[in-house]
């Protein structure tokens, strides 16, 4: 079954970027779990704290490591004794002994808190929703980097096609085709759809730029190879959920991918590898960033610092996974550089802009 629907339609530098910088190509995240496991432990010394929430077990541990070792890096260069970092385990959070908890950052990919933070402790989930009341989020959602490629594909709003199972919410469709602008054209498809009568449909639309993927599995390459027999060679549009598995097919070269701007990641990088002898992940950097605010806002301001107020400046700060400001309902907004397909590789092809 396919389905059409049709719809018209300040700044603080948290680092010192360093002469190192991004080379422009780079393959997605591959998370492998190495070193010691994770321990409660607090590090260093200060007049506030920030509490690191992961889970110390299970098959989320390892990114939990990277995220403690990113937050570890910018703590041992950016803290100056005036922040503690308390790592936490999520499996049974324990903040009795914790003083002065200012900011608490919480890593749950389940969507679930397993023990209520200190109520008087800003909440930052390092994931893509606020997962407390007036709580704020770290990460972009995989939406707002498909409307971020899809308004690079088709500037002057040119008409778009929005490929998406037909499980997804058609509220979710809308806004999504709302943020990006001009004429988006919505096919939801079965499971059993093939990609030959998807390709059809799309034809059948009419003279469109771009076509989009809300999915990140096998069904997407079938339904580019498809994509790439058409006469119009609409250009294909992927999101940050897009893996190796996808981003390393042949049949997905020259898909565009827009990301959150990597241009600081050799800060980063360089120490990181010095320290833990391998390379940061994302989420290394998501770590990174949050103590990194904490840590600016604390040295500026004094140990209560740590408001939502301040976190929601409109200025907004640039970290080392890019510049990003808090909204005004807890999610974030990112500036993302545009990326190609190459050879397995993500490869810059457009820059983020500088600031907002």
Same mark, same amino acid.
């Given at each position: 079954m396919i389905t059409i629907l049709r719809r018209s339609c300040f700044f603080l530098?948290?680092?010192?970027?360093?002469?190192?910088? +991004?080379?422009?190509?780079?393959?997605?995240?591959?998370?492998?779990?190495v070193g010691p496991p994770l321990n409660a432990e607090v590090i260093g010394s200060g007049d506030a704290t920030l509490a690191l929430v992961l889970p110390f077990e299970g098959s989320n541990a390892a990114t939990a490591k990277q995220i403690r070792n990113g937050a570890v890096l910018a703590h041992e260069h950016l803290s100056a004794d005036k922040l503690k970092l308390a790592i936490v385990n999520a499996g049974s959070p324990d903040y009795s002994d914790l003083k002065n908890t200012s900011l608490v950052a919480l890593y749950a990919p389940d969507n679930k808190v397993h023990s209520s933070p200190p109520g008087r402790a800003v909440n930052v989930s390092l994931g893509d929703k606020p997962l407390t009341k007036?709580?704020?989020?770290?990460?972009?959602s995989d939406m707002d980097s498909l409307v971020a490629g899809l308004r690079f594909a088709s500037p002057s709003g040119a008409p778009v096609v929005v490929l998406a199972p037909e499980t997804q919410s058609d509220a979710d469709l809308e806004a999504l085709a709302k943020k990006v602008g001009g004429t988006v054209e919505i096919i939801k498809y079965a499971k059993n759809a093939k990609g030959t009568?998807?390709?059809?449909?799309? /034809?059948?639309?009419?003279?469109?730029?771009?076509?989009?993927?809300?999915?990140?599995?096998?069904?997407?390459?079938?339904?580019?190879?498809?994509?790439?027999?058409?006469?119009?060679?609409?250009?294909?549009?992927?999101?940050? @959920?897009? @893996?190796?598995?996808?981003?390393?097919?042949?049949?997905?070269?020259?898909?565009?991918?827009?990301?959150?701007?990597?241009?600081?990641?050799?800060?980063?990088?360089?120490? +990181?590898?010095?320290?833990?002898?391998?390379?940061?992940? /994302?989420?290394?950097? +998501?770590?990174?960033?949050?103590?990194?605010?904490?840590? @600016?806002?604390?040295?500026?301001?004094?140990?209560?610092?740590?408001?939502?107020k301040?976190?929601?400046?409109?200025? @907004?700060?640039?970290?080392?996974?890019?510049?990003?400001?808090?909204?005004?309902?807890?999610?974030? /907004?990112?500036l993302y550089e545009i990326t190609k397909i190459d050879g397995g590789k993500l490869t810059v092809i457009k820059r983020a802009p500088a600031g907002f």
């Amino acid at each position: 079954m396919i389905t059409i629907l049709r719809r018209s339609c300040f700044f603080l530098a948290l680092i010192a970027l360093s002469a190192c910088q +991004y080379a422009g190509e780079t393959t997605l995240d591959q998370v492998e779990d190495v070193g010691p496991p994770l321990n409660a432990e607090v590090i260093g010394s200060g007049d506030a704290t920030l509490a690191l929430v992961l889970p110390f077990e299970g098959s989320n541990a390892a990114t939990a490591k990277q995220i403690r070792n990113g937050a570890v890096l910018a703590h041992e260069h950016l803290s100056a004794d005036k922040l503690k970092l308390a790592i936490v385990n999520a499996g049974s959070p324990d903040y009795s002994d914790l003083k002065n908890t200012s900011l608490v950052a919480l890593y749950a990919p389940d969507n679930k808190v397993h023990s209520s933070p200190p109520g008087r402790a800003v909440n930052v989930s390092l994931g893509d929703k606020p997962l407390t009341k007036d709580g704020l989020s770290m990460v972009a959602s995989d939406m707002d980097s498909l409307v971020a490629g899809l308004r690079f594909a088709s500037p002057s709003g040119a008409p778009v096609v929005v490929l998406a199972p037909e499980t997804q919410s058609d509220a979710d469709l809308e806004a999504l085709a709302k943020k990006v602008g001009g004429t988006v054209e919505i096919i939801k498809y079965a499971k059993n759809a093939k990609g030959t009568a998807l390709a059809k449909s799309i /034809e059948s639309v009419g003279d469109i730029t771009a076509v989009g993927f809300v999915e990140s599995n096998s069904k997407v390459v079938e339904i580019a190879a498809a994509l790439k027999r058409l006469k119009s060679k609409p250009v294909i549009i992927g999101h940050t @959920g897009w @893996g190796q598995s996808l981003v390393g097919n042949p049949k997905m070269r020259d898909a565009i991918v827009a990301r959150p701007d990597s241009s600081s990641w050799g800060f980063v990088t360089e120490r +990181y590898q010095k320290k833990f002898g391998e390379n940061p992940t /994302e989420m290394s950097l +998501y770590g990174f960033d949050i103590v990194a605010v904490a840590a @600016g806002l604390v040295r500026q301001h004094g140990s209560r610092a740590i408001t939502r107020k301040r976190l929601g400046d409109s200025k @907004g700060f640039k970290g080392a996974a890019g510049a990003f400001r808090f909204t005004k309902d807890g999610t974030v /907004e990112r500036l993302y550089e545009i990326t190609k397909i190459d050879g397995g590789k993500l490869t810059v092809i457009k820059r983020a802009p500088a600031g907002f």
